[in-house]
């Protein structure tokens, strides 16, 4: 069975600062990961995907994120945030069955 | 650019009453989803198909079912709304095979009084 774990359930930060946005699953077989955005009163966005290849994939806003095998994670990351991304943030992993979410986490800009 | 859409936004409806939150997509995808997503933001797989008079049950239990007559619609029904239901549901879709990116409706909120 998959599972995903996201450790922090609210991330505060200042406008400008960096961000990381933990993950971590658990899979008997390979998978592809997934980080999805969902703003307010919205269904969810695809932010950025892992499905093989370089381990460093990126987003067109900024954001980019690591698949890490050893240590079973895929964390986000964004050098510099803006009060645009503010947002719900779900890491998602999948192996072409289901596709299952982990808790989300809210991340809060401040200016 | 996805099209996958949700109907209603927004529904309040009395206890006991039938109910069916629709969810259509035009991109050809096989694969459908419904998730429903708690208060607080989980996100739970509740039924999910593998295309047409294909349906499963997803992880957490629903007394809601789904039905899947076309490959474009996927409705999911509850035949007696209850204010446990009080959640917002949101529908998925994606095609088959590996690696599969799943496009979002915009959800809808149900609140059962």
Same mark, same amino acid.
């Given at each position: 069975?998959?599972?995903?774990?996201?450790?922090?359930?609210?991330?505060?930060?200042?406008?400008?600062?960096?961000?990381?946005?933990?993950?971590?699953?658990?899979?008997?077989?390979?998978?592809?990961?997934?980080?999805?955005?969902?703003?307010?009163?919205?269904?969810?966005?695809?932010?950025?995907?892992?499905?093989?290849?370089?381990?460093?994939?990126?987003?067109?806003?900024?954001?980019?994120?690591?698949?890490?095998?050893?240590?079973?994670?895929?964390?986000?990351?964004?050098?510099?945030?803006?009060?645009?991304?503010?947002?719900?943030?779900?890491?998602?992993?999948?192996?072409?069955?289901?596709?299952?979410?982990?808790?989300?986490?809210?991340?809060?800009?401040?200016? | 650019?996805?099209?996958?859409?949700?109907?209603?936004? =927004?529904? #309040?409806?009395? *206890?006991? &009453?039938?109910?069916?939150?629709?969810? !259509?997509?035009?991109?050809?995808?096989?694969?459908?989803?419904?998730?429903?997503?708690?208060?607080?933001?989980?996100?739970?797989?509740?039924?999910?198909? =593998?295309? #047409?008079?294909? *349906?499963? &049950?997803?992880?957490?239990?629903?007394? !809601?079912?789904?039905?899947?007559?076309?490959?474009?619609?996927?409705?999911?029904?509850?035949?007696?709304?209850?204010?446990?239901?009080?959640?917002?549901?949101?529908?998925?879709?994606?095609?088959?095979?590996?690696?599969?990116?799943?496009?979002?409706?915009?959800?809808?909120?149900?609140?059962?009084?």
């Amino acid at each position: 069975a998959q599972s995903v774990t996201q450790l922090d359930s609210q991330v505060p930060v200042f406008e400008e600062a960096p961000v990381e946005l933990r993950c971590n699953y658990s899979s008997s077989v390979s998978v592809y990961l997934f980080w999805y955005v969902q703003y307010p009163n919205q269904g969810l966005q695809l932010l950025l995907k892992y499905l093989s290849g370089s381990t460093l994939v990126k987003s067109i806003n900024g954001f980019e994120a690591e698949f890490n095998k050893s240590q079973t994670s895929f964390h986000l990351r964004k050098p510099s945030v803006h009060i645009s991304d503010t947002a719900e943030y779900f890491c998602a992993v999948s192996n072409t069955d289901k596709l299952i979410f982990g808790t989300g986490t809210r991340l809060q800009v401040f200016p | 650019e996805a099209d996958i859409y949700q109907t209603p936004r =927004y529904l #309040v409806i009395g *206890t006991g &009453k039938k109910i069916t939150l629709e969810c !259509s997509q035009t991109m050809g995808h096989d694969k459908m989803y419904w998730y429903q997503q708690d208060p607080g933001m989980e996100l739970h797989l509740i039924h999910y198909s =593998y295309g #047409v008079n294909s *349906t499963e &049950k997803g992880d957490l239990s629903s007394e !809601s079912t789904v039905s899947r007559i076309r490959t474009e619609h996927f409705p999911l029904t509850l035949e007696s709304a209850r204010p446990s239901h009080t959640s917002q549901y949101l529908c998925a879709s994606s095609e088959l095979g590996t690696g599969p990116e799943a496009f979002f409706g915009q959800g809808t909120r149900l609140t059962v009084v």
